[in-house]
C-alpha cells in the first residue's frame, strides 16, 4: 500500500513522514523516530516490553499502527532521564535496589509505571503489582523492581504529607 | 570489594534505553532475513517453489538447501557421548523436516515485512510422514525420525553404584512411582538474534550474536564454512536480552546470516520472533520417571533406582540435560545404593536443551516427592524423613559413586546441608505452619507445606580466561570471553579485579564475549563463569600489579613492598611520594622509542590467565512454601515462602539476591504455568503467551531469601555459582506443598506442571472415589 503521511510527537520533537500503512508503532519507533530503546518481546501484546506513552497512556507499541498515532504525542523510555541528564527518582531507584537485569523488559515497565506515578504519586505495593501485570519479566522475578517502587512510593508519600 | 553490594554500571544505559541489544546496532545497508520453518512435523520435502517469492519486489534472494551447499554441511556434534547415536543436523533441512519449524529456506529482502511477504510465496510442497508428539508414541512407532537408526532411541546410560536389586530385596519397605515432569523454553524477552557484515578486503566476517557462547558460534561458523576461525569474529554484545541456556545452543541461522552477508555484499541480520521462539528455539520437553526406593522403617534410604526416559526432540547434539538430570537425583541425601537409567527418545518436537536448570530441576522434584512418599508410607514428618537422609556437614568431599556430566566423578566439594535446612525451616517457623495447617484444616481449609533441599553442580570445566591490562589512560581493561546477558558481568568483575589489582572498581573497564579480545572461551551456562573466569581474573589482576608495582618501584626509586595503589596513584606508603598509574603505564606499555626501559620496570602491564578446575562444586539450595488451594476454582494461593542458599563466596549480595529471585519466578513458571503442548503427531498447540503463560508481578509472591557461606575448595576464590541456585528446587516444593494441602482428599500428585483446573479435577475425582457429591 501507498505511504501515508503521519504527523507524531515524539519526545518533544515533532515528526512528519510518510509511513506504509502496515507499519507498527513500535517498528516506526525503532527506525524513524530513533527509539531503540523500545524494545520488541511479543508482537502479540501480551509481554508489555514495547509499551510507550501515548498522549499520557500506556500503549503497547506493537499492538498499534503507525498510522493510528497520527496527531498524538509519545513518550518513550528515552525521555525519561532529567534535563541535566541524570536519572529521573523511578530510575534511580531501579538502580539502587537491583531492578533490572538484562534491561529488555524495562523500557516498557518504567513508561508504565511513569504513567502510574504520574497519576498516583504514592500508589500501594498492590496498585504497582497490577500496574505492571501486564508485563513479562523473565530475569528479575520482579521482587526488586517492586522493592524499588515501594521506596519510591514511601519517599514521596512522605513528601506528600 | 568481594562481598560489597555494588549497584550495576550496566543500569545507567539500560535505563535510559540506550542499551545496544543485536537489533539496535546501526548497521548501514542491512538487509532482513526471515525464515520459512516447516509447517510439518515429519515429512518428505518434494519440491520448492521460489520463483514467485524471488521475484516480489525488494526481496534481495531466496535460498534453500541446494543454494547454500557449500556451507550446509553436517554439524559437529555439541557434545559428543559415547551412547549420543548419530543424528546429522544441518543449517538447512536437506529432504525430509522432523519438525514444525525447522528451516526450510531463507529470504533476505529490504525489510523484515518484505522478507515475511516472500515466505508467504515459497511454496514447500511436502509428503507428510507419520510422526511423534510425544516419546511413548515414537517408541512404538514403526517409522524412524533418524532413517539411519533401526529406532528412534537417542540414546541409553546407565550408571550404578552398589547393588541396587539386592538393596531393594532387603529392604522393609518399597515404594514405586511414575513422576513425569514436563519443562518449556527460555523465554528471554528478547528472542534470538544475528548480525552480520563480511570484510571483502580481509576476507573476515563480523558476527553479532545474541549468544552465550560466542567462542562455539565460531568454530561452528567456521566449520561449516571450511575457514579457520580467526577469520570469524564472533561478538555477543554487552547487552543481550537473557539467555536462560537456549542461548548457549548453536542454530541454523547462526551460521546462515553470516554467509549471506557475504554472498549479497551487504550486512544481514535475523531476529527471532516470537512464534519462532517457539518453534524453533530449545526447550526441555518431558521427563518420564519410573523410581523404586527402599528404605529402613525409621525411613532412611536403602537404595534408589530411577529409570527415566526423556523427550530429547527431534535432533539431538548432547546429553547435557539428561545427564544432570540423573545425577542431580541423589541430592543431599545419603543413598547408598544408587542405580540411574536414562533412555533418550527423539520425537518430531523442537530439539531440546538446557534452560535456566538444565535437568536439575526435575532431578530435585524426583527426589523430593520421594522424601514425601517415604513421609506418608511412614507417616513421619517430611522434614524429620529429610533431616535423617542428610548428608552431614563433616562429611565432605562426599562422593556420591555416580560420574557427572562434566565427566568428573559426582563429588560434592563442600557444604552444610542440615544447617541450611534448619535455618529455613527457623526462618518460616515451620512447627507454627503444620499448627496453624492442622487447625485450619478443621475449618476445611486446604493448607499445605512443600519442602525441598536440592544441590547444583556448577561451575564445570573445562576453563575460561581473562586478560587485564592497565592502559596508558590510567583505566585498567578486564578482558573476558564469557558474556553477560543481564547478570552485571561488567560490575561483578571489576569488583573481583579490583580486589587483586588494588585499583577502585569505578577505574575498571571489562569487555566480555568478544572472540577477536581473548582467543579461546567456552561460555556462560551452568552456573559456571564465576568459578571459571573468577580465579583466572584474580591471577591475572595480581600479575599485572606486580608488573605495575614493579615498574612504580623503579620510577620511585623504592621497594616493591613500600609501595601501594591509592586512587589513581601508586604511592610510597605513607608518604605523599607517589607516581600516577597512567604514568607507570606510559612507561610500562610504551617507553620512548629505542630506549632501554628503566632498570626494574616490567615491559607491558598485561597479563592473560586461565583457569581449569578439577571438576565441578555443589552448591545447595532449601526452599520451604506454604500454600493455600481453593477447592472451587484449583487457584493456588502462596501463603509464605523462603529460601536459603549456598553458593559459596559472594562476589556481590546484591546480584546474587537477583540472581535467585529471578530463578524462583521461572521455577514457578514451571511448575504452575507454562507448559508447552504438542498433538500427538507432533504439532506445537501453545506457540503465543495466549496460551503459554508466564508469571506477572501479580502472580509472584514476595519471597524471603537467607544464605549461608561454604567456600569451594576447588579454586582460589572458594566460589562456585548462583545462576540456576532459585528455579531448581520451585517444582518440588510447589507440587509437594499442593499435594500436601489436598492431603486430606488423599490426592497424589505426579506430573508438573499443574494448573487451577488440573488440580479441580483431582479434587474432583478424590471426592468422586470417596463417593461424596460435589
Known amino acids: 500500500m501507498e505511504p501515508v503521511p503521519v504527523k507524531i510527537v515524539c519526545n518533544g520533537t515533532a515528526y512528519q513522514l510518510q509511513v506504509e500503512p502496515r507499519t507498527l508503532l513500535a517498528d516506526l519507533l525503532r527506525s524513524d523516530l530513533g527509539s531503540k530503546g523500545t524494545h520488541i518481546g511479543c508482537e502479540h501484546g501480551v509481554c508489555g516490553a514495547c509499551t510507550v506513552l501515548v498522549d499520557g497512556e500506556p500503549m503497547r507499541s506493537c499492538l498499534m499502527l503507525a498510522v493510528q498515532a497520527d496527531g498524538r504525542t509519545i513518550q518513550t523510555v528515552e525521555s525519561l532521564e532529567l534535563p541535566d541528564g541524570s536519572l529521573n527518582e523511578l530510575q534511580e531507584s531501579f538502580h539502587e535496589h537491583h531492578g533490572l537485569q538484562c534491561g529488555y523488559c524495562t523500557s516498557g515497565i518504567l513508561m508504565s509505571l511513569t504513567a502510574l506515578f504520574n497519576e498516583d504519586k504514592a500508589p500501594s505495593e498492590s496498585r504497582i503489582r497490577d500496574y505492571i501485570q501486564g508485563h513479562i519479566c523473565r530475569c528479575t522475578g520482579y521482587q526488586q523492581m517492586i522493592e524499588a517502587c515501594v521506596e519510591l512510593s514511601g519517599l514521596r508519600s512522605k513528601e506528600l504529607s | ?774
Open chain 2, 1 to 774: 570489594m568481594i562481598g560489597e553490594r555494588m549497584t550495576r554500571r550496566e543500569d545507567l544505559r539500560l535505563l535510559r534505553g540506550k542499551g545496544q541489544f543485536v537489533d539496535d546496532i546501526d548497521l548501514p545497508g542491512v538487509a532482513h532475513m526471515a525464515v520459512v520453518r516447516s509447517t510439518q512435523p515429519h515429512a518428505r520435502i518434494l519440491g520448492i517453489q521460489c520463483d514467485e517469492a524471488r521475484s516480489l519486489p525488494g526481496v534481495l534472494g531466496v535460498f534453500t538447501a541446494s543454494e547454500l551447499e557449500p556451507m550446509n554441511r553436517v554439524w559437529p556434534v555439541h557434545l559428543a557421548h559415547p551412547a549420543l547415536r548419530t543424528n546429522d543436523m544441518r543449517a538447512l533441512a536437506v529432504d525430509k523436516v522432523r519438525y514444525v519449524g525447522e528451516p526450510v529456506a531463507v529470504v533476505v529482502a529490504e525489510s523484515r515485512y518484505l522478507a515475511e511477504d516472500a515466505c508467504e510465496l515459497v511454496e514447500v510442497e511436502y509428503e507428510p510422514l507419520p510422526s511423534s508428539g510425544d516419546l511413548r508414541i515414537s517408541l512404538e512407532m514403526d517409522t524412524k525420525i533418524h532413517a539411519n537408526l533401526e529406532d528412534n532411541i537417542a540414546a541409553h546410560v546407565v550408571q550404578r553404584a552398589g547393588d541396587v536389586e539386592k538393596a531393594l530385596g532387603d529392604s522393609p519397605h518399597v515404594i514405586r512411582e511414575t513422576l513425569r515432569i514436563t519443562r518449556g523454553g527460555g523465554h528471554s524477552m528478547e528472542g534470538r538474534a544475528v548480525a552480520a557484515k563480511y570484510d571483502v578486503s580481509l576476507g573476515n566476517y563480523i558476527v553479532w550474536d545474541a549468544n552465550q557462547t560466542p567462542h562455539q558460534v565460531r568454530s561452528l561458523i567456521a566449520h561449516c564454512y571450511g575457514l579457520p576461525e580467526d577469520k570469524i569474529r564472533v561478538i555477543a554484545p554487552p547487552d543481550v536480552g537473557g539467555g536462560f541456556g537456549p542461548k548457549a545452543a548453536k542454530y541454523p541461522e547462526d551460521v546462515i546470516v553470516p554467509w549471506l552477508a557475504m554472498l549479497l555484499g551487504r550486512p544481514v541480520k535475523f531476529i527471532e520472533d516470537r512464534y519462532e521462539h517457539f518453534v524453533s528455539c530449545a526447550q526441555e520437553h518431558l521427563q518420564e520417571h519410573n523410581v523404586e526406593v527402599g528404605f529402613t522403617d525409621d525411613g532412611l534410604l536403602l537404595a534408589l533406582k530411577d529409570h527415566f526416559y526423556h523427550d530429547i526432540g527431534a535432533y539431538a547434539s548432547s546429553l547435557i540435560v539428561p545427564l544432570i538430570a540423573g545425577t542431580t537425583v541423589p541430592g543431599p541425601y545419603r543413598i547408598p545404593n544408587l542405580h540411574i537409567e536414562f533412555t533418550s527418545v527423539f520425537t518430531n518436537k523442537v530439539p531440546s536443551g538446557s534452560v535456566r536448570g538444565s535437568g536439575r530441576p526435575q532431578g530435585i522434584y524426583v527426589m523430593e516427592r520421594i522424601m514425601d512418599m517415604v513421609a506418608e508410607e511412614l507417616e513421619l514428618d517430611p522434614a524429620e524423613v529429610r533431616r535423617r537422609n542428610l548428608i552431614p556437614a563433616d562429611e565432605f568431599p562426599y562422593s556420591v559413586g555416580l560420574t557427572f556430566r562434566d565427566g568428573s566423578p559426582l563429588t560434592y566439594d563442600s557444604g552444610n546441608y542440615p544447617a541450611l535446612f534448619q535455618k529455613g525451616l527457623d526462618a518460616i517457623d515451620y512447627a507454627k505452619h503444620r499448627n496453624v495447617q492442622e487447625e485450619l484444616r478443621k475449618k476445611g481449609v486446604l493448607r499445605g507445606i512443600g519442602l525441598s533441599i536440592g544441590l547444583e553442580g556448577v561451575g564445570i570445566g573445562p576453563f575460561e580466561g581473562a586478560t587485564v591490562r592497565v592502559e596508558s589512560s590510567g583505566r585498567a581493561v578486564v578482558i573476558l570471553g564469557a558474556p553477560p546477558q543481564g547478570q552485571g558481568f561488567e560490575t561483578t568483575y571489576a569488583q573481583v579485579c579490583s580486589e587483586f589489582l588494588g585499583m577502585d572498581p569505578e577505574d575498571i573497564d571489562v569487555v566480555t564475549g568478544d572472540t577477536a579480545t581473548i582467543p579461546y572461551g567456552i561460555g556462560t551456562f551452568a552456573s559456571r563463569v564465576v568459578a571459571n573466569a573468577g580465579p583466572a581474573l584474580a591471577k591475572a589482576a595480581a600479575e599485572v600489579r606486580t608488573k605495575l608495582l614493579e615498574t612504580a618501584s623503579s620510577l620511585l626509586e623504592a621497594s616493591v613492598d613500600d609501595l601501594e595503589v591509592v586512587r589513581g596513584d601508586v604511592r610510597v606508603k605513607g608518604m605523599q611520594a607517589g607516581v600516577s598509574i597512567a604514568r607507570v603505564a606510559q612507561v610500562a606499555n610504551a617507553g620512548a622509542p629505542g630506549v632501554s626501559l628503566p632498570k626494574g620496570a616490567v615491559a607491558g602491564l598485561s597479563a592473560t590467565e586461565y583457569f581449569a578446575p578439577e571438576r565441578a562444586g555443589y552448591s545447595s539450595s532449601v526452599q520451604i512454601c506454604v500454600v493455600e488451594v481453593d477447592p472451587e476454582t484449583g487457584e493456588v494461593e502462596i501463603i509464605d515462602w523462603v529460601v536459603g542458599h549456598d553458593c559459596g563466596r559472594v562476589i556481590n549480595p546484591l546480584l546474587v539476591e537477583g540472581q535467585v529471585y529471578g530463578g524462583i519466578a521461572h521455577g514457578l513458571s514451571n511448575a504452575l504455568y507454562e507448559e508447552s503442548i504438542y498433538s500427538e503427531d507432533g504439532v506445537p498447540l501453545t506457540t503465543s503467551y495466549l496460551n503459554y503463560p508466564i508469571p506477572s508481578a501479580r502472580e509472584l509472591p514476595g519471597v524471603r531469601l537467607y544464605d549461608q557461606e561454604t567456600l569451594s575448595p576447588l579454586n582460589p576464590l572458594g566460589v562456585k555459582g548462583a545462576g540456576e541456585a532459585g528455579t531448581l528446587g520451585v517444582p518440588a516444593v510447589i507440587i509437594g506443598a499442593v499435594e500436601d494441602a489436598l492431603r486430606p482428599f488423599g490426592v497424589k500428585i505426579r506430573s508438573c506442571p499443574l494448573s487451577p483446573g488440573m488440580i479441580s479435577d483431582l479434587i474432583y475425582e478424590a471426592k468422586s472415589q470417596k463417593g461424596e457429591t460435589m
